[in-house]
């Protein structure tokens, strides 16, 4: 039996993600936006953060973790112009 293939609707992704484009620089994501920008897990969120591939987090309460949108912006820009020239 085949199973249907599903797309996320926007009703289903977080505000931030699905605006992703409209927010401002200065405006802050949780990993899990993060993660889904990235198509991978919170963990490897984690992980490309400790190995400098993303930007550090900012730690905005003794349980939240936030990284700000410009950051993540420069570094998605960073990592695409370097697979473009290779």
Known sequence: M????????????PVSLVEFD???????????????LQGCSANTIW???KAGA????????????????????AAMAKLLASEDLA
Do not use: C, F, M
């Open 47 to 49: 992980r490309r953060a």
């Open 22 to 36: 409209h927010l401002p620089d200065s405006a802050l994501i949780s990993v899990e936006t993060l993660a889904g």
């Open 54 to 73: 993303l930007p550090p987090p900012i730690r905005v309460s003794s349980a939240q973790t936030r990284w700000r949108v410009g950051d993540v912006r």
């Open 2 to 13: 085949a199973y249907p293939k599903t797309t996320p609707n926007e009703s289903s992704l």
